[in-house]
């Protein structure tokens, strides 16, 4: 079955810019490993490249050249001897453009780009000595620098000092599918399953095509679980290791800083991070923390009212959190049909949808009928005292319009009835916010629950009832 090329509207838009534009372009397109960077391109631009090449994970400078060389000769390059330097190789790159037959745009595309960089290679020196001096100047190139690597991708080519400073003029950072896009792909797939399965899958795999793609339309959700990820040949078994090490090498400082926040659902502000054992706090925690947000794997909330200080971290990377949780032991190959009735699936259930939710902020926006109300996100947590209890509010959106959305997050598999004592508590919460932060503005207690609430008695304490199908509209 050919795969539809689903959603990525916005990103098809910048690539069509580049086509119209009367200049050339450099195109840089990152995201984590798996989401379909390389399959968007080869999509948009049909495989009509003039030139393709892709970095070799862990080859040496002689196996990057050599693959470059494989990729001249694949386009008409006459040298049949590989390039013995990175500026040789580019310029038998220019040489192969100048002889590419007709007008419109030459497209150049470079995959996985950071894996082309190996120490002492003088790669990225060719490269802008490549842009800058040549393919820049014929107004008819687009360059297209792909990577997985993001940190790698922002530091190198978005916020070069050198020869590319302000050079690449589009960027597309690539994100796992939204829910709807997501949806879209099982209809495309014919994969059948409720909006309710279909958040679920999103709470372990975050809507990464290449894992729904591996989806059986034959099997039930809990059926794909647990023959991708706890079946004796589960095809995602090592892929937490794999991810970690396409993104960010060697390092273990951003795994010891993953397992940590996967530990602590609240999320840990940096501080608290700098005390986990074999984290260490120091400038280099500030450049950890930067590049697993850059990937997607960090989510960074500022506490109501505060810019940064004090700004709490959760993990993000539904994946990650996922095989952290479950993934690590060794269950048997239908452990998640017979987990899910149990009370720790429940607990897991209940963060992992309120992180979904926190991804589909624009969907609950639009949910609300403020999509075009400037809005800041944030948490709020006030700690117990001797005079009064303590409070947490997940998810606060501050709106121009005067309003302030005091979200919780509940998971259920049926419609949520609140009880007295809950309505109570959330009139509790409302009122320690008002008093512990001063706002005039007015306050709506929000709900977002699957099947959204029964309507009782206790129903009208909130002002905003979402069900699941708010996350599904297209921002």
């Known amino acids: 079955m050919a795969d539809l090329l689903i959603g990525r509207e916005r990103e098809q838009k910048v690539l069509e810019r580049a086509l119209a534009s009367p200049e050339s372009e450099f195109v840089a397109v990152y995201g984590r490993r798996r989401v379909g960077k390389t399959f968007l391109i080869r999509h948009f631009f049909r495989g009509s490249f003039t030139f393709y090449a892709s970095g070799l994970e862990r080859g040496g400078t002689s196996a990057q050249l050599e693959a470059f060389h494989e990729g001249l000769m694949t386009y008409g390059s ?33 995959d996985e780009l950071p894996w082309f960089q190996t120490p002492r290679s003088g790669f990225l020196t060719a490269l802008e000595h490549f842009w800058n001096a040549r393919a820049s100047a014929r107004g008819d190139v687009i360059l297209i620098a792909c990577g997985s690597a993001t940190s790698w991708m922002v530091k190198n ?12 003029a589009l960027r597309l950072p ?20 409720t909006r309710y399965q279909m958040a679920e899958a999103h709470m372990v795999f975050g809507g990464v095509p290449y894992y729904l793609r591996q989806f059986d339309r034959t099997e039930g959700l809990a059926q794909n679980i647990d023959r991708l990820c706890f079946a004796p040949d589960a095809p995602l078994k090592g892929e937490y290791g ?41 400038g280099g925690l500030t450049a950890v923390l930067e590049e697993l947000e850059l990937a997607g794997f960090v989510r960074r909330s500022a506490p109501f009212g505060a810019a940064k200080k004090g700004a709490v971290f959760k993990l993000a990377d539904f994946f990650s959190l996922f095989h952290l949780a479950f993934m690590t032991g060794a269950p048997d190959e239908a452990f998640w049909s017979r987990f899910i009735v149990t009370p720790r699936h429940s607990a897991w259930a209940g ?53 302030i959305n005091l979200c919780e997050f509940k998971y259920a598999s049926a419609e949520y ?21 001063g706002t005039r503005k007015a ?17 009208e304490t909130v002002q905003q009832d979402l069900s699941i199908d708010a996350l599904f509209t297209l921002p």
Not at 174 to 193: C, D, K, N, Q, W
Not at 367 to 396: E, K
Request: some cysteine; proline content about 5%; glycine content about 8%.
């Open 443 to 459: 306050l709506h207690l929000t709900m977002c629950t699957p099947y959204g609430l029964v309507r009782n008695q206790y129903a």
């Open 417 to 437: 009835a609140l009880t007295a004592a809950y309505a109570a508590q959330l009139r509790r919460r409302r009122e320690l916010f008002r008093e512990h932060t």
């Open 351 to 403: 963060y992992a949808f309120e992180q979904v939710t926190a991804a589909h902020i624009q969907q609950l926006k639009h949910a609300l009928g403020i999509p075009a109300v400037r809005t800041v996100q944030s948490g709020w947590r006030v700690a117990a005292t001797a005079d009064g209890p303590g409070a947490q509010i997940d998810l606060v959106i501050d709106r121009d319009d005067g309003v």
């Open 242 to 282: 794999v991810l970690l090490a396409s993104l960010f090498g060697e390092s273990g400082r951003h795994r010891q800083v993953i397992e940590a926040l996967a530990k602590q659902t609240r999320g840990l502000t940096r501080e608290e991070l700098g005390r986990v054992p074999g984290v260490a706090n120091g």
């Open 174 to 193: 690539l994100r796992p599918f939204s829910l709807a896009e997501s949806e879209a792909f099982y209809v495309s797939r014919g994969i059948v399953l």
């Open 78 to 110: 006459p040298e049949t001897k590989p390039p013995a330097t990175w500026m040789e190789a580019f310029r038998r790159l220019t040489a192969l453009i100048d002889r590419s037959p007709g007008p419109g745009k030459k497209i150049i595309f470079l």
């Open 157 to 168: 080519l978005l916020r070069n000092k050198g020869g590319l400073h302000n050079r690449v």
